[in-house]
C-alpha cells in the first residue's frame, strides 16, 4: 500500500519465510496446553524461535507505528501497566510478585513481536498466517477429542497414559467423567473450556473462513461432547449473534460428494444419539441443574461443598465489596498484574485454602481484570475490544472475539496466550482500518 502526497510512511520490510513458518507453528500449537516442556507450554518456545528470528534477520528490527486514537489508548495502557507494577511491588508477596512479571513478560513479548515489531502490513499478513495455523491447529484437537472419547468407551484413558505416565505430568487431571460415565473430550490438554473455546474458534473458522460444512458439524460436536458450560455458552453467543449480523458471504453449494457426507454424518450423529441416549439425558439433566444453580444463587461464604457455579456466583457478588476493601489505587491500577486471586483468598476463608497456589485467578477475564489490572486498564481493553467488534460486526473476526468474550464470563481464556493474541491481532486489524480513515481525513490517499 503506498501513500499519494509529500508526507509519507517508511517502507515495511516483509516477514521472513522462516518467521512466516514460526507464525504458523504458533498458531498449530497455541491451544494444545498439554504439550510442555520443563513446565513451559511448546508454543512459547516457538515465540521465543520467532524472536530469535526476528533480531537475527539482519534489516530493521522495529517498526512501529502509532496513529490516531490507538496512539492514546496504548500510552494510557502502557503507562497503566507501569504503575501497576509499582503496586503489585507493595501488596503482593514475592512469590505473587514473580509470578505476576512472568506473565506479563510473557504477554509483552508475544504481543510486542506482532504489534510493535511490524508495521499494518505485516500485521495483517501475521494474523492471517497466525489464523490458519490455528484453524489447523483446531482440526488436529478436534481428531484427539475423538480419540480420546473413543477410547474412553474401551475403558483407556488416553490423555492419561500419554501426558501423566508418559511425560510425567502428575499434577493435572487430564481425564475426567461426567453423570452418567461419559468421559469428558480435552483434546491435547487438562482443560475442557479452552478446549471447547478452541472449537468454537475452529467452527468459526471452518464456517466462515475455509467454508467447510462437515468440519463445522466436527467442531460443533465436538463443543457438546466437551459438557463444557464455557463451551455451551460460547456456542450460543456465537449463534446468537450470527442471527443478529447475518453474514454477507453465501456458503458455496455442495457437490454430490459433499452431500452424501452430510447425510452419512447426520446419520452417524443419529445413532449416536440413539445409543447414548441415557448420557446424554443425564448430561441434559445437569446442566439444567446448573442454571437452575444460578438462578436461585444466594451470597454466602463458599465451603467445600459449594459448586462449581457458586463460586463463579460468588466471584461476581462479592467484587464489589471487595473493591471497596481495596486503596483508591489498588482499585485504579489493580494489585498486581494477574493476580486476582491473592485479594480473593483473603477475603474467603474457603479460598484462603487457595493461597499457596500462586498465580491462581478468578475463572472469569472480566474479574480477574478489574481486579488485577485495575480500573482503568480493564475500561481500555474492554474499550479497544469492543470498537473492534462493532467495526467486525458482519465478519468471521467478529465471532471470534464474540466466541472468547463470551467465555471469558466463566473461564479466564486471556490466562491462554493464544485467545488474547487472536483478539490483538483482530482488534489491530480493526485500528488499523480505523486510522486509514483517520490519514484520508487528514489529507493521505492510499492505493494498493
Not at 10 to 22: D, G, N, R, V
Not at 184 to 209: H, P, Q
Not at 258 to 279: A, E, H, K, N, Q
Not at 328 to 343: R, W
Request: net charge positive.
Amino acid at each position: 500500500m503506498q501513500i499519494n502526497r509529500t508526507k509519507s510512511i517508511h517502507e515495511e520490510f516483509p516477514i521472513s519465510t522462516l518467521e512466516k513458518k514460526l507464525i504458523f507453528c504458533f498458531g498449530l500449537v497455541c491451544t494444545m496446553n498439554g504439550f510442555m516442556v520443563f513446565g513451559n507450554s511448546i508454543s512459547n518456545y516457538v515465540m521465543l524461535a520467532l524472536l530469535i528470528a526476528r533480531f537475527f534477520r539482519g534489516d530493521r528490527l522495529l517498526d512501529i507505528r502509532f496513529s490516531g486514537k490507538s496512539t492514546a489508548l496504548a500510552i494510557i495502557m502502557l503507562v497503566s501497566i507501569i504503575i501497576s507494577i509499582f503496586v503489585a511491588v507493595e501488596y503482593l508477596p514475592v512469590s505473587w510478585q514473580m509470578n505476576s512479571f512472568s506473565c506479563l513478560i510473557k504477554y509483552l513479548l508475544v504481543i510486542g513481536y506482532f504489534f510493535f515489531l511490524n508495521g499494518t502490513t505485516n500485521q495483517s499478513n501475521a494474523r492471517d498466517i497466525f489464523l490458519r495455523g490455528l484453524y489447523v491447529g483446531c482440526i488436529v484437537q478436534a481428531a484427539w477429542g475423538y480419540l480420546q472419547l473413543m477410547l474412553g468407551f474401551a475403558g483407556i484413558k488416553f490423555n492419561t497414559i500419554v501426558f501423566d505416565s508418559i511425560l510425567g505430568l502428575h499434577e493435572y487431571q487430564w481425564d475426567s467423567y461426567v453423570a452418567g460415565g461419559l468421559l469428558r473430550m480435552k483434546g491435547i490438554g487438562w482443560e475442557t473450556a479452552n478446549f471447547a473455546l478452541a472449537m468454537i474458534v475452529g467452527y468459526i473458522l471452518s464456517r466462515y473462513y475455509k467454508k467447510n460444512i462437515i468440519f463445522s458439524f466436527i467442531f460443533v460436536a465436538a463443543v457438546i461432547l466437551s459438557t463444557s458450560r464455557t463451551g455451551y455458552l460460547g456456542l450460543f453467543a456465537v449463534f446468537l449473534w450470527s442471527a443478529l449480523f447475518k453474514r454477507r458471504k453465501k456458503m458455496r453449494r455442495l457437490s454430490h460428494t459433499g452431500i452424501i457426507s452430510v447425510v452419512v454424518l447426520t446419520f452417524l450423529i443419529g445413532c449416536c444419539l440413539y445409543i447414548f441416549r441415557d448420557m446424554l439425558t443425564t448430561l441434559i439433566s445437569n446442566l439444567l441443574s446448573s442454571i437452575s444453580d444460578i438462578g436461585s444463587y444466594q451470597s454466602s461464604q463458599l465451603s467445600s461443598s459449594s459448586s462449581s457455579s457458586d463460586i463463579h456466583m460468588h466471584y461476581y457478588s462479592y467484587l464489589g465489596t471487595l473493591l471497596k476493601s481495596l486503596s483508591p489505587l489498588q482499585v485504579l491500577f489493580g494489585t498486581g498484574y494477574f493476580s486476582a486471586g491473592y485479594p480473593f483468598s483473603l477475603s474467603d476463608p474457603y479460598l484462603f485454602t487457595r493461597l499457596s497456589m500462586v498465580g491462581w485467578n478468578p475463572e472469569s477475564d472480566f474479574v480477574t481484570l478489574i481486579v488485577g489490572n485495575g480500573l482503568i486498564f480493564t475500561i481500555l481493553f474492554y474499550t479497544i475490544v469492543v470498537r473492534a467488534l462493532w467495526f467486525h460486526r458482519s465478519d468471521y473476526f467478529g465471532l471470534i472475539i464474540v466466541a472468547i468474550l463470551s467465555c471469558g464470563i466463566t473461564y479466564l481464556t486471556l490466562r491462554g496466550t493464544w485467545s488474547l493474541l487472536a483478539l490483538i491481532l483482530l482488534c489491530g486489524q480493526a485500528s488499523n482500518m480505523q486510522d486509514k480513515l483517520y490519514l484520508e481525513s487528514a489529507g493521505y490517499s492510499f492505493v494498493d
